[in-house]
């Protein structure tokens, strides 16, 4: 019998072979979709929601997506990155809640501060690269916004991390993984190298099967968690 870890890395390499497949061969298949209705199907089946954020963050991504195979031109519509921010910021809410007791020293606000000013900047750097290929303009600052908002929950799974909470290293791989795979997207389809869309895959497809390991598996021997008592996140 699988255990829970090895169904969700099991059905998350079957789905990411077909969207492989379907992309080679131009197929209209959607297969990131039906991926993310299975793994958020998946959740429910094994955890009842009291991670209200986290139930946010999936629905958000699964509007996106749906409104990403409705549009005409996916490029030119504002709103499967409206959603896509809009669960960023769940996600960064949710980082946020996990250890919103814990003190933040002076050192930490100017080191995070830091990090979040220099990683800004290579988010300016990288639009600026594809702003000539961008058609509406407000696209542009929802790029720079979406940015941010993985630049902040970056920074969030990096102090969640910190405290040791046993679920702490999923919500990591979330964060690494899907970040990674907005700037493999962005890239890949601007620059138009779809040869990195198989690359963007693989990072979203598992991103989100860590996702799910983050909602679904339980706390074990986890101090720190007690110690903040995150109740209702």
Not at 99 to 119: A, D, H, M
Not at 151 to 171: N, T
């Amino acid at each position: 019998m699988l255990s829970i870890k090895n169904r969700v890395y099991l059905i998350t390499s079957i789905f990411f072979v077909l969207s492989c497949i379907t992309l080679f061969l131009s197929y209209s298949l959607n297969v990131v979709l039906v991926t993310e209705l299975v793994l958020f199907v998946f959740v429910l089946k094994y955890k009842i929601y009291s991670e209200w954020t986290i139930a946010l963050f999936w629905l958000c991504f699964i509007l996106s997506e749906t409104f990403l195979v409705f549009s005409e031109n996916p490029l030119n519509t504002i709103w499967p990155t409206l959603f896509k921010l809009f669960g960023y910021v769940m996600l960064c809410l949710c980082g946020f809640f996990k250890q919103k007791t814990l003190r933040i020293s002076y050192i930490e606000y100017l080191i995070y501060g830091l990090l979040i000013f220099l990683n800004t900047y290579v988010v300016r750097a990288v639009i600026a690269i594809i702003e000539p290929f961008i058609i509406l303009e407000y696209l542009v600052n929802l790029y720079f916004l979406l940015g941010c908002a993985l630049i902040i929950v970056a920074a969030f799974a990096i102090r969640y991390r910190l405290i040791k909470d046993s679920r702490s290293k999923y919500f990591a791989l979330v964060v690494v993984f899907l970040t990674l795979a907005e700037v493999t997207s962005v890239i890949a389809h601007y620059l138009q190298l779809m040869a990195l869309c198989y690359l963007e895959y693989f990072l979203f497809l598992f991103g989100l099967s860590f996702c799910v390991l983050f909602s679904v598996l339980e706390n074990k021997n986890d101090k720190a968690f007690k110690l903040v008592k995150v109740r209702g996140v």
